[in-house]
RNA sequence: UGCCCGGUAGCUCAGUGGCAGAGCAGGUGACUGUUAAUCACUUGGUCGCUGGUUCGAUCCCAGCCCGGGCAGCCA
């Protein structure tokens, strides 16, 4: 996090309105020796302002230099405003360049979607809509764009944005998105780390291939048109890469545990992959999940770590993300900032998995699937819980053991036939689960006993085994879907509109 | 993987068994401290692909491809 946050520093500079990239401090010298402006020869000496800086300046500025994207220029008689967005935050600045300008002419070179640097001079907007704006005295453009630049003013579905993923940051909505997607990933290290928690760097390649998360990539190395063979004919992976059948992880969660078991508070934040062909607006092939472990910890102390956890998230982008947040809140879900601040006010609400099921069976609804003890829940359950009944997140836990996996750990005192293991999922409206987690298995029989009914072999988990020959300890974990976090944070109803370039089944453009 | 809906101009969509439509975008002109500017005129089509029915198919039928929704799986 202090790398972070260094970075960052370094990054954006001193606060305030010359912070930028370029070589350099600000000088009006650099400014004066640069060439008058026209096409593209080459970029300013002059130290860049962004845009998010240049709008929220506290005083006017006799030179600056931007540099963005035209958003949208409309020409008048005698002079031309043009929007510049430079990603830097939701909002473009308006240039005001003037008809007498000596490079005026090649202002029609500036249409949507051209690079464009500007400089000129920070004032007080004449026209009503902004308070700032700069009056250029040159302006070059960098890079056209001409009529078949994709991106219009207004008007695109998410379906035709998904389709053009090399264009659509520009564009405001993914812009915020991906501003958004960047802060939340900040707010999850930085809550860990505040908190203690070791960052730790699970594989991604791994021979586990039975933790019950779904289906799983092979890695392989192998001649797949003419693979070794052993004597009886079957394809011989003792010949592959790594001696043995590997996968792309589904879970870092095993592996997280051997560090809690040493480090005591562990996180993991990485990607993962999981094989299976879902066509759901919340399911991808490719997605990042944050897993938290923690030694001398209960299913309880869990929940707790899990709700204070998206609390802090929900809160940390509320406070640093305004401007995106608005910005959702107009155009994609008008409630969503009703909602957070309700989510954020609120306890979630606890409920057993057995209450859960006495609650939908008195529900008077007629499910789709019926509810009967000893069933998954489903997502119309799910969403009747956290939607309706207590329309509110809320953390279902205790699931029937013959459902849940083997490393969950076995509730003690369960009358016969009612067997249920400390497992929770938290559920949010709109979303469903979030998160999944449970107490892990640290009674060495216990787990043994697990592993048979799951038809696991032991030979496979030795190492896991071990974990509960020496030095045992209570310990839980869950996993957080950081995509569906991201939904939930911003009200996008598809998961492949928060990922940058998304993975599903039959597509991996980009 | 199952069920349902869709594919017509660059984008969003309407439409019909008999000449292919609108709005926006683009172009031209006018006007304007404008800001999803406005007004007039205007360019633009393999109607997803293949086959079938028909005098004639964008329209009806079949198969396929692609996109979306829901379900399952899960985060």
């Given at each position: 996090m202090p790398i972070l946050a260094q970075e960052i520093a370094r990054r954006i500079g001193?606060?305030?309105?010359?912070?930028?990239?370029?070589?350099g401090p600000r000088s009006v010298s650099g400014f004066a020796s640069?060439?008058?402006?026209?096409?593209?020869d080459g970029l300013s000496t002059m130290s860049r302002t962004l845009v998010k800086d240049a709008l929220n300046a506290a005083a006017p500025m006799d030179a600056i230099l931007l540099q963005g994207w035209v958003r949208t220029r409309r020409d008048a008689k005698a002079f031309s405003f043009i929007e510049l967005n430079?990603?830097?935050?939701l909002k473009g600045i308006q240039i005001v360049a003037d008809?007498?300008?000596?490079?005026?002419?090649?202002?029609?070179?500036?249409?949507?979607?051209a690079s464009l640097e500007v400089r000129g001079k920070l004032v007080e907007s004449?026209?009503?809509?902004?308070k700032w704006e700069v009056v250029a005295t040159g302006f070059t453009v960098l890079g056209e764009a001409d009529?078949?630049?994709?991106?219009?003013?207004k008007g695109h579905t998410m379906e035709f944005l998904r389709e053009i993923a090399h264009l659509r940051p520009r564009s405001n909505l993914f812009g915020a998105v991906f501003r958004v997607r960047s802060r939340l990933a900040y707010a999850i290290h930085q809550f860990f780390q505040d908190k203690g928690f070791y960052y730790v760097h699970t594989?991604?390649?791994?021979?586990?291939?039975?933790?019950?998360a779904g289906d799983m990539f092979r890695v392989t190395t192998l001649d797949l048109a003419n693979p070794p063979k052993t004597e009886d004919g079957?394809?011989?992976?003792?010949?592959d890469f790594f001696g043995k059948k590997t996968f792309l992880t589904v879970s870092g969660q095993l592996e997280a545990e051997i560090f809690a078991c040493a480090l005591s508070n562990v996180y993991t934040f990485g990607p993962t992959f999981r094989a299976e062909n879902s066509h759901t607006s919340?399911?991808?092939?490719e997605f990042w999940m944050i897993e938290p472990e923690v030694a001398f910890c209960d299913l309880n102390g869990d929940m707790d770590l899990a709700e204070e956890f998206v609390k802090y998230l929900i809160r940390d982008i509320r406070s640093h993300c305004p401007g995106d947040l608005e910005f959702f809140a107009k155009?994609?879900?008008?409630d969503l900032l009703a909602r957070l601040d309700f989510v954020l006010n609120q306890p979630f609400k606890r409920c057993s998995y057995t209450e859960a099921i006495e609650i939908l069976g008195q529900s008077g609804k007629t499910w789709e699937h019926p509810v009967s003890w000893g069933d998954n829940l489903q997502s119309e359950h799910e969403r009747y819980l956290t939607e309706?009944?207590?329309k509110c997140p809320v953390t279902v836990y205790n699931?029937?053991?013959?459902?849940?996996?083997?490393?969950m750990r076995q509730t003690d005192g369960c009358a016969e036939g009612r067997e249920t293991v400390a497992a929770m999922d938290l559920l949010v409206p709109g979303?469903?689960?979030i998160i999944g987690g449970s107490q892990r298995e640290e009674r060495l029989d216990k787990l043994r006993a697990g592993m048979v009914l799951h038809h696991l072999d032991e030979k496979n988990y030795w190492w896991y085994l071990d974990l509960r020959r020496f030095g045992t300890v209570p310990h839980a974990g869950f996993g957080l879907g950081f995509e569906r976090m991201l939904m939930f944070v911003?009200?996008?109803?598809?998961?492949r509109d928060v990922i940058p370039f998304a993975r599903t089944p039959g597509t991996a453009e980009f």
């Open positions: 001193a606060r305030g309105s010359t912070a930028g990239f370029g070589p640069r060439r008058q402006g026209g096409l593209a430079d990603g830097s935050c008809a007498a300008l000596p490079d005026y002419a090649h202002i029609t070179k500036a249409n949507t979607g004449k026209g009503s809509g902004q009529v078949t630049y994709p991106l219009q003013k594989p991604i390649v791994t021979a586990s291939d039975a933790e019950g079957a394809i011989d992976h003792a010949k919340r399911h991808a092939s155009f994609v879900d008008k309706e009944h207590f699931y029937p053991r013959a459902i849940k996996a083997f490393y979303i469903g689960e911003t009200g996008v109803g598809n998961i």
